[in-house]
């Protein structure tokens, strides 16, 4: 055996799925919101509507998931959601392994992840237990006030 083995196996480039994930153009408009679903329909969801609310008030677009109709697979759209976002909200509120799952995914292609968790909060997972948690309150007036400031730290990104 004789070359050097890296480029031997990618002297066309990188693998495909790292392709992908590299060439997948990003919407600077796009803000992918990692939740669990059980509040419901996006529409009904008030959580959502504030994070939504708080996203419109800078001028870009909160989109989660099960707002894809199209006949895909699911894991496929999540992913293809965090790939092509500028910032990722994550609502960390039941340590749901689905959202977790998809925190560690934007975290390795570099996203910006907005970490939010329903008051009180618990002890967090080590991996990022140093990051900086925004809190809300499941109520009108509260949720009224974490939307102003979502649009705050949007802002600041």
């Known amino acids: 055996f004789e070359g050097d083995p890296f480029c031997i196996l990618f002297r066309d480039g990188l693998p495909g799925a790292a392709k992908a994930v590299q060439s997948a153009p990003i919407d600077e408009t796009l803000i992918a919101v990692m ?10 969801d008030r959580v959502f509507g504030a994070i939504r609310n708080g996203v419109e008030a800078v001028g870009k677009t909160a989109r989660r998931v099960d707002e894809i109709n199209t006949p895909t697979d699911i894991p496929d759209d999540v992913r293809n959601l965090i ?6 909200i994550v609502d960390l509120t039941g340590l749901n392994s689905n959202v977790l799952y998809e925190l560690g995914f934007a975290d390795g292609l570099g996203k910006k992840p907005i970490l939010i968790h329903e ?17 809300y309150h499941d109520d009108k007036e509260n949720l009224e006030s974490f939307s102003r400031k979502l649009s705050d730290i949007l802002r600041a990104l």
Do not use: E
Request: without cysteine.
């Open 35 to 44: 939740m669990p679903f059980n509040r419901g329909h996006h529409s009904v």
């Open 83 to 88: 790939r092509s976002s500028y910032a990722v």
């Open 119 to 135: 008051s009180p909060i618990g002890k967090l997972p080590f991996d990022f237990s140093s990051k900086r948690v925004f809190t």
